[in-house]
């Protein structure tokens, strides 16, 4: 039987290998355009388009061949086949938590095989064990493969599913959930489970990796028993976001959902709690609490699932010169929301006026968060501010631009009314907004 099924091929090219027979390692002949391309047929590293077929050339390099009704697809032969081999799933332990553990796709849910160079982007039970056999000491684990994408192809659609099948799985009574996903946009997805799971009984943690786990030097490991650890035993419940603290492997920190930003393109310790704290610590299997502010575990809690997301959000970032055009043209779009990343303490250029204040008028919810990133916004201070909370621009706080595109997102997929967007917009809905400022609060460390 061939592996065709379960690898990452569907529509026309599924279709096409199937016709010739072709599973994953064999060596096949693809005939394009006059072009012939001969080698090991390797799965497609995520769900994503389906009509291109990829072949490991003789040389080394992948090729993604599209497949139209003037391709010819044949097998030349039995291949050499991934090597994906997982041992047997270790004894559970019923006195553990029990944590499933969800994965969408990313580094983190990626396993190479060599011989063929093949990404494969799934995480099942036995793989995971297979990587990090420690999990069994931690808690009673269950996976689920919600999808398989690279994080920087999540929708606001991938968003939704993904919270109404966490919602599922507390509902029906684990201890944890932790969701394995690409660092690439991981903030974005917890920011979004931040308000689209409210009053949760138990922690929702978000993992990535920035090392396949199958690489000596991955973080994966790690950082995935760290968030286990946390899933299953911490006191608090809510949307986080678990990493290296540091480069070194010592200690997994929890970010707030909505209070955490990637940083770095490479480091493990990419992700940084910005204007707020991180929420836990797991150090030798240990979880200290690194805040009281926190809500806590409450298997009695009754979860409010609020998964909806507006799409026709748009984020516009001012720089000098900005043309106040690209405004009109989202709205003549029919957005629905914008979200200005201005300068300082919230600005954009008086060039610029003319378009806001249509785009109030027509209805368009403006939102403004600082591209500074750190600090808050403060429009009272100089005219240019005054003059946009005038036209009706409401200030976010805080907030820095992702988390709060993302409120933006979720507040007009909950009501169509401006009046109570707005209202919803400035209401504390996850932690977004923090009292005030602590004076413990640190520009980035690191970042070299
Ligand atoms: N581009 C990848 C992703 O975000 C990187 C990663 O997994 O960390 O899915």
Not at 63 to 71: C, E, L, R, S
Not at 274 to 301: C, E, H, S, W
Not at 340 to 365: M, R, T
Request: glycine share 8%; net charge positive.
């Amino acid at each position: 039987m061939s592996q065709i099924e379960n690898s990452g091929y569907k529509g026309e090219a599924l279709r096409f290998l199937k016709q010739a027979d072709c599973g994953i390692g064999d060596i096949i002949r693809v005939t394009s355009k006059g072009k012939v391309y001969e080698g090991i047929l390797i799965p497609r590293s995520e769900l994503g388009e389906g009509t291109i077929v990829i072949v490991k050339m003789k040389s080394g390099y992948n090729v993604g061949i599209k497949v139209t009704k003037d391709v010819k697809v044949e097998k030349l032969g039995k291949g050499i086949k991934p090597a994906f081999a997982s041992p047997p799933i270790p004894k559970q332990n019923p006195a553990l938590p029990h944590v499933v553990i969800m994965s969408t796709g990313g580094t983190i849910a990626s396993r190479v095989d060599y011989r063929t160079g093949a990404v494969r982007s799934a995480l099942s039970a036995s793989d995971l064990y297979g990587v990090v056999p420690e999990l069994s000491d931690v808690a009673r684990v269950d996976t689920e493969i919600v999808f398989s994408l690279y994080s920087e192809n999540i929708t606001q659609k991938h968003w939704t599913e993904l919270a109404q099948t966490v919602a599922k799985r507390i509902e029906q009574g684990v201890d944890g959930v932790v969701i394995a996903h690409g660092t690439d946009t991981m903030a974005y997805t917890s920011a979004a489970l931040s308000f689209a799971l409210q009053n949760l009984p138990v922690p929702v943690i978000l993992v990535g990796a920035q090392r396949s786990s199958d690489r000596p030097s991955s973080d994966a490991a790690t950082n995935l028993i760290g968030a286990v650890k946390a899933a299953g035993e911490a006191p608090f419940a809510e949307v986080g976001l678990a990493m290296h603290e540091t480069v070194s492997d010592t200690a997994i920190i929890v970010h707030r959902g909505t209070k955490v930003r990637k940083c770095h393109t490479s480091r493990r310790d990419t992700f940084k709690s910005i204007n707020g704290f991180p929420i836990a610590k797991v150090k030798d299997l240990q979880v200290t609490m690194q805040t009281d502010q926190y809500q806590r575990r409450d298997a009695k809690k009754k979860l409010v699932l609020k998964p909806n997301f507006c799409e026709k959000v748009a984020l516009v970032k001012f720089y000098p010169g900005l043309d106040p055009a690209i405004i009109d043209f989202y709205v003549e779009k029919g957005i629905k929301g914008i979200l200005l990343e201005g300068s300082g303490l919230g600005h954009v250029s008086k060039f610029c006026f003319d378009a806001v204040k249509n785009a109030v008028e027509k209805g368009v919810v403006v939102a403004l968060a600082s591209q500074c990133i750190w600090g808050r916004v403060n429009m009272n201070v100089y005219d240019t501010g005054r003059d946009l909370l005038s036209f009706g621009v409401v200030p976010l706080d805080d907030m820095f631009p992702e988390t709060g595109l993302v409120k933006l997102m979720w507040v007009l997929g909950q009501t169509d009314d401006a009046k109570k967007a707005v209202k919803l917009l400035k209401t504390n809905i996850a932690g977004e907004f923090s009292p005030r400022t602590l004076p413990q609060e640190k520009i980035v460390e690191g970042g070299q």
